[in-house]
């Protein structure tokens, strides 16, 4: 069956960096979007960004010009780095895959922005 894996949470000061990375296995994801979307501590689960197929990408407001999703096909494997970070950022993140009616989510991983 589908399985969607995220890596690369953690906890890091304000202003820095971190990459997740989320691998699917069970399905190739040509044909398949794939995305971010976060939940903060008692709050709902919001879209971060996603990125079809052909490469075209979508961005919540609040992450634009500091988070950038990129996808490796061949690797059945989608990335999003994140710079800048701001302690509203800290969140559980989870990847995506989905098309059509079908949506299968990852697990989720730990990011914590704090100084």
């Known amino acids: 069956q589908v399985q969607l894996v995220e890596s690369g949470g953690g906890l890091v000061q304000p202003g820095g960096s971190l990459t997740l990375s989320c691998e699917v296995s069970?399905?190739?994801?040509?044909?398949?979007?794939l995305g971010w979307y976060r939940q903060p501590p008692g709050k709902q689960r919001d879209f971060v960004a996603d990125?079809?197929?052909?490469?075209?990408?979508m961005y919540a407001d609040s992450v634009k010009g500091r988070f950038t999703i990129s996808r490796d096909n061949a690797k059945n494997t989608v990335y999003l780095q994140m710079k800048s970070l701001k302690p509203e950022d800290t969140a559980v993140y989870y990847c995506?895959?989905?098309?059509?009616?079908?949506?299968?989510w990852g697990q989720g991983t730990q990011v914590t922005v704090s100084s």
């Open positions: 990125a079809t197929t052909y490469g075209a990408t």
């Open positions: 995506t895959y989905f098309r059509y009616n079908s949506r299968y």
């Open positions: 069970g399905g190739s994801v040509t044909g398949w979007g």
